[in-house]
Structures are given as C-alpha cells and as structure tokens.
C-alpha cells in the first residue's frame, strides 16, 4: 500500500510539473512525509504540501496560503476537510494538522485536510489593513477554488469538501456553505487573481457561529432583556427582533407552522429541552434550579378491602422526560456562568466587528443602522449567509452540522436557530443542537462528527 502511495504521489508530481510551466496557480508543491500521533497511541503518516499560494495578486504574504495534507490511504476520491482557525474575524495562518482538534482525528479517520490562511481585521502590508470584510471570506473561497482548480492534481476530492470552523470561523464556514457561486462575490475574487473555478462545498460544519451580525445586537436583547439591570434599554432593540422573525418567514421543520415572534419562544425551548434530555439519556442529572421541568408518575394505589384503613397514593416521581422549561431560570443561568456582553453587543467600536468592517487605516465603523454609505451595506450583506440561503443564485452547500453550546452566550441562541432553521426549509439535511453544558468553544465530541461526515459520504 506504501508503494502504491509513493508511485501515486509521483504521477501527481509529474502532472503537476508539466500544468506550471504555463500556469501560477498550478499545484507544484513539494511534499513531506511527516508523522502524527494522536492520544490513543495512533501514529498517522501524511504528506504536507505547505505554502501554497492560492492567488496571484498576493496583498499578504504572510496569511494568503495554505497548507495540504494527504494521509497514506488517501485516493482522489478521499473528502477534505477544510479547517479555518479565524477566531474574532482576525487573520489565521496556515497551520499544521493538531491532535486536539478535528485536524488530527480526520488524518486519521483517512480524510485529506486543507488548513488556509486568511486574512482578518487584524492583518497589515505596507501600512494598509488589507483584511477588512469580506477579505476573509474571498480568501477562503480562493483556497477553495484552488483545490476545485487543481482536483486532477491533487489527492482528495474537492466534489466532497467539508469545511469546518468555529466562532467568527464557524459564520466563515456558513458562509462558505451558503454564498459559493454567487455573482456578488465574482469580481472581488477576480481582481485578487483567484482561480477560474467553482467555490461550492459539499457539507459546512459550523461551531457557535458568530454571524447575522446586522441582526445580531436585537436577537441578543430579544432573548436576554430580562437578565439586564435595565431592561427597558434592552425592551426596544427586542420589539425589532420581534419584527425581523416575523419577516422571516421561516416555518417549524416539525409541523410546518409558520414562526412568528409570538410562538418562536416556544420553538427556542424545543432545542434546549432537547438538549437536556439528551443529557440525561446519557445519565446525566439537571438540577431543578436549572428551571426544567420533567414528566411525573403516580404508583398505582394498592387495592383497599371495603372497611379498611384507607391506602395514601404514594408520592409522585420525577420520571427521566423534560416536559417543558422556565426559560429565564434558565437564561439566569446561562448569564451567571458567563457576564452578558454590554449593550450593544456587537456594534459597539471596541468590538472586532466593528473593526473587520472598518477602512484600510484601521478606523471602525458602525454597520447598523441609518446613514450607512452604500460600500458599507453591501461588505455587511456578503457578510451574512441569511441571505443567500434562499437565493437561486447561489449553490448552497446540501450538508449541515451546527452546533451552539447550551451555555454559551457569545451570540444569542436564535442566531443558530434561524441559520439552521432556514437551511431545513429550504431542504437542506441539517443536523443542529444545542449540547447540554457547552460554553464557546468548537472541534468537541469529535465521535458524533465523524459519525457525521462518514454518514454524509
């Protein structure tokens, strides 16, 4: 099987040579063998390609490249993982596949892995800030189409990407599933050089996304106003929240009900009665101070001779069903494990969206709104998959797993719901929940994702 590795690596490498003589964005790369070995005690054997150059109008040599990884079984046909690091719409750099994340175990689950850089609002060349919004986001489409542009040359399939990311990452790998092929992007990306080719992914996964940010301040007073020491401040940023639901149009997957601002509290509590339940099939236990309420039981009352002493019905018990939950028990929960965010949460100038969407000296801006220049309004709709989900224009990924801790409160729970929401109206196969207990973070209970991407496949 080695051999057979090594003999196919040359046929890439000969491919390859012949495709650069004419072309920059032909896969040249020299491969590495390099080893991982993961907690059980698995050594991984791969090739790493690193330092590609993904476009030909490099405005940043330190985060315009990415890094390719091909374990030792891997085929043309093998998936990819992409894995961005964008955290706080900051630049990432190409990294190395890491045995705490998804990275080593899709190694060694036989996957390829793609690991990009990109640019953020924090990334600088010759004085200009040159990752502001959508800079990012075109960067990762790039190394997308660097792959789709290259997929004769390369090991992995780019029909089978599977991108994943976390936090400010996890709204760059919706977008990723949910903006591909959209003219809105095609001149931006032509201008920095990127390859002739598709940027359509097959599966997003998608941890705690920050995204939706126009909406975002309203969503996160809608569900915590009453965890504010002035709730009246938060009152009015919630009634638009109200409105913005309600233009929606999105329907309960379950039922086909139609979600409006005066039944989506009950649709929200839905995903967190799930969540503890599923906890508890796992033999966890939900305090009562948590605000859950579970379904009771009452013993049968023993049968009584006429004349006798009357029988008293034992006490009723608490039966392993949640049945319903105080959701601002519960939300007072969420907050004292983790202070709320000020008001606004998001469009405030010291917060890193403000920043990603400011100007190429660094100056933040404001994206909500009245008196938004028109430049601004269009980088703050490219940035919000919301609205492309629905559009024909655009090839939404057909894959979907979404993830959003039952305890994190860096971006509301409604941001995730509608973003899964949508995707399941509009056919998707989504897999969404809101695990019991999980603060922000991404890559956790990797089983249930790989179980995932190998059911997908």
Not at 198 to 223: K, Q
Not at 275 to 301: C, H, I, K, N, W
Not at 320 to 347: H, M, N, Q, S
Request: hydrophobic letters at 35%; glycine letters at 8%.
């Amino acid at each position: 099987m080695r051999r057979f590795f090594l003999m196919a690596l040359a046929v890439f490498s000969a491919m390859s040579s012949a495709q650069a003589k004419t072309d920059p964005l032909a896969f040249t790369a020299q491969g590495r063998q390099m080893e991982l070995e993961l907690p059980d005690g698995q050594t991984v054997r791969y090739t790493a390609y690193t330092g590609i150059r993904y476009v030909t109008n490099v405005e940043d040599t330190t985060y315009q490249t990415l890094n390719f990884f091909v374990p030792e079984r891997a085929t043309q046909q093998t998936p990819i993982l992409l894995r961005t690091y964008v955290g706080g719409y900051m630049a990432a750099e190409a990294r190395h596949p890491s045995v705490g994340d998804a990275t080593g175990r899709a190694l060694a689950e036989g996957l390829c892995v793609c690991i990009p850089g990109s640019r953020g609002n924090n990334s600088a060349q010759g004085g200009r800030y040159t990752g502001k919004a959508p800079n990012g986001l075109l960067d990762l489409k790039a190394a997308v189409r660097y792959l789709r542009y290259n997929d004769k040359h390369m090991a992995g399939s780019a029909e089978r990407i599977v991108t994943d990311g976390t936090s400010a990452g996890g709204a760059m790998s919706a977008l990723l599933g949910a903006t591909a092929n959209h003219p809105d992007y095609e001149p931006l990306l032509a201008r920095m050089g990127a390859a002739k080719a598709r940027d359509h992914v097959y599966a997003s996964v998608c941890y705690c996304p920050i995204t939706d940010l126009d909406h975002a301040d309203m969503a996160y007073e809608w569900l915590y106003q009453n965890q504010r020491k002035d709730p009246e401040a938060a009152r009015a940023a919630a009634r638009s929240f109200d409105r913005y639901i309600d233009g929606l149009g999105l329907r309960n997957p379950r039922n086909g009900e139609p979600l409006t601002h005066e039944n989506y509290m009950d649709y929200l509590k839905t995903y967190l009665m799930a969540s503890a339940q599923r906890f508890v099939e796992e033999g966890g236990e939900v305090p009562d101070s948590l605000g859950f309420s579970f379904a009771l039981y009452m013993p049968p009352t023993p049968g009584q001779r006429p004349g006798g002493p009357r029988r008293i019905r034992a006490k009723a018990q608490r039966t392993e069903t949640v049945v319903d939950v105080d959701l601002e028990v519960y939300l007072a929960y969420v907050a004292v494990r983790t202070p709320l965010k000020g008001i606004p949460a998001f469009d405030n100038l010291d917060s890193p969206e403000c920043s990603v969407f400011g100007d190429e000296e660094d100056n933040p801006a404001h994206f909500t709104g009245s008196g938004l220049s028109q430049d601004l309004q269009h980088r703050v709709r490219l940035m919000n998959p919301m609205n492309y989900i629905a559009d024909p224009k655009a090839t939404v990924a057909p894959h979907w797993y979404i993830r959003h801790g039952a305890v994190d409160r860096d971006t509301s729970f409604p941001i995730s719901v509608n973003l899964a929401t949508k995707l399941m109206n509009t056919g998707r196969n989504v897999d969404f929940r809101l695990p019991w207990n999980r603060p922000h973070r991404g890559d956790y209970n990797l089983d249930d994702l790989f179980r995932w991407i190998h059911s997908i496949m």
